[in-house]
């Protein structure tokens, strides 16, 4: 990775107090690439919060069988706003925040490029988040139609599901801006010297995600509007009785779909791609392989949609097609974790909480990876669509995945945001809960699916008591102990050992040449990379 | 942003193989490097989407000729 020249004066001691608000109104106001990074992480965090609660009421109500607390409208109101919530409310955002926080830093740039517009494409995020969570408490509840909001089912939802639709809409276009700020960043600011091949693999997973959404966000947008038209404005885009045919809307939306499983995964593979060298005090293996990967997932990414609708009608030629299609995707998905386990091996580990976590993440996420393979398999999807099967699945990939490299991510850069070391063993502890309470929540619900019990159901067939007992206790548990991160977040915040400029020693990038915590202005004159 | 002279311009087979070592994922970092010297984004893009449109193709026609000798 680049090699970085004597850096005494990154921070080029900017200790004079700059004009802009205070208080709440900083936060309002503020272009800075810093404060709008922690913005980003705060509002994702809560909103994890939220849907987590949500998943709280879902675990619940399967934790026996029978109807016990809520109703079976309330039930798939809670499936679909928890969806709806940790994908665009929780982890998209959160990697945002990253982004944020990190590209500047690592390229050696002053700001974002667009630092007004980076303000706006955060504070679109609380009313479209505000307006999820309101969809509640509308006359007939929110859209119990599940996250991917399919008709005919969302064309006959109340005035929540209108409230669905914009809120997504909010989001799309909050993440566009996002993404073209992030885009323009990267392509446009890179310090002298910083070659696009020298860049942080961080840099290079969301250059290639940003493209991605600006792709197909636009996608999600119009699927949900032909949805807004074929309630109020007499369309029949999905209305088989008006000529339209809903399976069309599975098509866009899918279209969307696989790539956003891609937004959500090449972020979190970039933040995997930092730590794990430094841990193991190793160059990334197969730097150039893992670019030249990502770009070609980010181009597969969108011919594989129809694996999510094997069971929609297909001819068979279009099952195969898309069978095989998948199946090839895994090539480069494979090469990557033989990467990371490449910079493992011989390398001088250490075992604090980032690389606990990423360790985690390589090894859970690999997986879902497989289980992803085994529902790539037509025949063997039949069986498994829309079961509990695919729900392991996708939290595997998602959580285990996404989230596990999110909570490295904040461990590993915690102590350059904060100034402070957080405290390790409360963080390892972290992880160890989450690894165990993660697994005994999840890898039930194979069992669950491989014995056919559907998702999205508040009631159930007793076969299927004990292991929905165990995922419910261990839902439970896994929710409790994000309150411990949340403790260990604010407990570093606060205070505790100060934490040196490169508190990780085998840690690389522009990032560690300026002081902990950064100042609030970094690299006003770019830095030279050798 | 580099100073040095411009390094000789890819040939169609240099941003090829470019292409195609990004669909199998594997790419030497010596190669790697280079490439960012002599490719051109535009003749990559273009081959990537040509080459993924041929990969498309050439999964229709293994998928053609397995379901017509069924």
Known sequence: MASIPGHADAGHGHEHEHHHPTGFMRWVTTTNHKDIGSMYLWFSFAMFLVGGVMALVIRAELFKPGLQFVEPEFFNQMTTLHGLIMVFGAIMPAFVGFANWQIPLMIGASDMAFARMNNWSFWLLPPAGTLLVLSLFMPGGSGGVGWTLYPPLSTQMGIGMDFMI???????????????????????????????????????TWLITAYLVIAVMPVLAGAVTMILCDRHFGTSFFNAAGGGDPVLYQHVFWFFGHPEVYIIAIPAFGV???????????????????????????????????????????????????????????????????????????????????????????????????????LSMT?????????????????????????????????????????????????????????IFFNVTFFVQHFLG?????????????????????????????????????YVVIKCIKGGPKAAAKPWDGAEGLEWTVPSPAPYHTFETPPVVK | MSTQPPPRRASFFDTLRAVLGAFVGIRKRTSGDADMGSLNPVHVIIIGVVAAVIFVLTIVFAVRMIVSSV
Request: proline share 5%; charged share 5%.
């Open chain 1, 272 to 374: 995997v791609s930092q730590i794990i060298p430094a841990f193991s005090r190793k160059p990334l293996f197969g730097y150039a392989s893992m670019v030249y990967a990502t770009s070609s997932i980010a181009i597969l990414s969108f011919i594989v949609w129809a694996h999510h609708m094997y069971t929609t009608g297909m001819p068979v030629a279009g099952q195969l097609y898309f069978m095989y299609a998948t199946m090839l995707i895994a090539i480069p998905t494979g090469v990557k974790v033989f990467n990371w386990v490449a910079t493992l091996y011989r390398g001088s580990l250490s075992f604090e909480a980032p690389m606990l976590f990423s360790l985690g993440f390589l090894f859970l996420f690999t997986l879902g990876g497989f289980s992803g393979l085994v």
């Open chain 1, 379 to 435: 025949a063997v999807d039949v069986q498994l669509h829309d079961t509990y099967y695919v729900v392991a699945h996708f939290h595997y990939v998602m959580v285990a995945g996404a989230l596990f490299s999110a909570f490295g991510g904040v461990y590993y850069w915690l102590p350059k945001w904060t100034g402070h070391m957080y405290d390790e063993g409360l963080a390892k502890l972290h992880f160890w809960l989450s690894l």
């Open chain 1, 450 to 486: 491989l014995a056919g019990m559907p998702r999205r159901i508040p009631d159930y067939a007793p076969q299927f008591a004990e292991f929905n007992m165990i995922s419910s206790i261990g839902a439970f548990g896994f929710g409790l102990t994000q309150l411990l991160f949340l």
């Open chain 1, 166 to 204: 914009f809120a997504v809409h909010i989001l799309g276009m909050s993440s566009i801006m996002g993404s073209i700020n992030i885009v323009t960043t990267i392509l446009n600011m890179r310090a002298p010297g910083m070659t696009l091949m020298k860049m942080p693999l961080f840099c290079w």
